[in-house]
Nanobody
């Protein structure tokens, strides 16, 4: 069973930065695409970005493009989400997720494993 554990969430002022990490265990991490989603109170879970199995390709939602960066380390079974120029509307619980196909998708239905999430709060 694959387990994903997020860390690095917290409270930050608008314009600041946070780095989320996700540690994977129990599967073949290097073959999975890794994605990030977020869910704000009262809203549906939404796509943030993903990286393909090798890390050679990444894709981001328009709302975070140019501000967020996903990176992975297949030797350490970790994926990171660097979040810069944070805005109050980025406040949400952020989830790490894995897609066994290796290629990633913007649809949450395409992901097979999910972490428990980590809270990010951006104050104005």
């Amino acid at each position: 069973q694959v387990q994903l554990v997020e860390s690095g969430g917290g409270l930050v002022q608008a314009g600041g930065s946070l780095r989320l990490s996700c540690a994977a265990s129990g599967g073949t991490f290097s073959t999975y695409a890794m994605g990030w989603f977020r869910q704000a109170p009262g809203k549906e879970r939404e796509f943030v970005g993903y990286t393909t199995w090798s890390g050679a390709n990444t894709y981001y939602a328009d709302s975070v493009k140019g501000r967020f960066t996903i990176s992975r380390d297949n030797a350490k079974n970790t994926v990171n989400l660097q979040m810069d120029s944070l805005k109050p509307e980025d406040t949400a619980v952020y989830y790490c997720t894995a897609d066994r196909s290796g290629w990633g998708t913007t649809s949450l239905r395409g992901y097979d494993y999910w972490g428990q999430g980590t809270q990010v709060t951006v104050s104005s």
